[in-house]
């Protein structure tokens, strides 16, 4: 059974297009957050929530958008894309705000 | 703003060989994390620290918190292929912090 487990896996797109991220923790965790890991592999936050209430928005466009239906998912759907939102995206969650975080596979978006 | 510095980015070394990754901040960190992870995979929590000063051993890998808390390292001891991957240090302030991470490759 995999604890987070994100889809799909891999999203290759055209500029303009929206897409959307699903994730899914059966951990019981209260705290899940998106990721995204650039081509130079680092590994910025971009949204927190807890038990389904935002906590932490950081510095991105307004063209991404969380959605947090229950404190078991979490997910990023993606407006207007552009050729620099490709990246991986990485959907994590832990039982508090600062202890492990336990990630799923990643989606690797591609805009052309 | 906290800011990790890790170096090296990139390490290339043959097995058997030893290595040190350093992570290093101007901020102080109520404990620290390194992670690792593998190509088309998320990252792993491989330990926490949390003690100014405190040392963890994980079989060859030694990882140790600075006095102050504003640093660490993870050393390899004898690094075998199976270590190849991207080793990540993570701080603890208010939030989570990422290094920009370290991509060890190991050839035999």
């Known amino acids: 059974d995999t604890a987070v487990s994100q889809t799909p896996k891999y999203l290759v797109t055209q500029m303009g297009n929206d897409k959307s991220i699903k994730c899914e923790q059966n951990l019981g965790h209260d705290t899940m957050y998106w990721y995204k890991q650039d081509s130079k592999k680092f590994l910025k936050i971009m949204f927190s929530?807890?038990?389904?209430?935002?906590?932490i928005n950081e510095t991105v466009p307004n063209r991404f958008s969380p959605k947090s239906p229950d404190k078991a998912h979490l997910n990023l759907h993606i407006n207007s894309l552009e050729l620099g939102d490709s990246a991986v995206y990485f959907c994590?969650?832990?039982?508090?705000?600062?202890?492990?975080?336990?990630f799923g596979e990643g989606s690797r978006l591609t805009v052309l | 703003t906290q800011l990790l510095e890790q170096s090296p980015q990139f390490l290339s070394i043959q097995e058997g060989e030893n290595l040190t990754v350093y992570c290093n901040s101007s901020?102080?960190?109520?404990?620290l994390q390194w992670y690792r992870q593998e190509p088309g995979e998320g990252p792993v929590l491989l330990v926490t620290v949390v003690t100014g000063g405190e040392v963890k051993k994980l079989k060859r890998l030694t990882f140790q918190f600075g006095d102050a808390r504003k640093d660490s390292s993870l050393h390899i001891t004898a690094a075998q292929p199976g270590d190849t991957g991207l080793y990540l240090c993570?701080?603890?302030?208010?939030?989570?912090?990422f290094g920009q991470g370290t991509e060890l490759s190991v050839k035999p």
């Open positions: 993570a701080g603890v302030g208010g939030k989570l912090i």
């Open positions: 994590a969650s832990s039982l508090r705000m600062t202890g492990e975080l336990f």
């Open positions: 929530y807890n038990n389904k209430e935002l906590i």
């Open positions: 901020s102080v960190f109520s404990s």
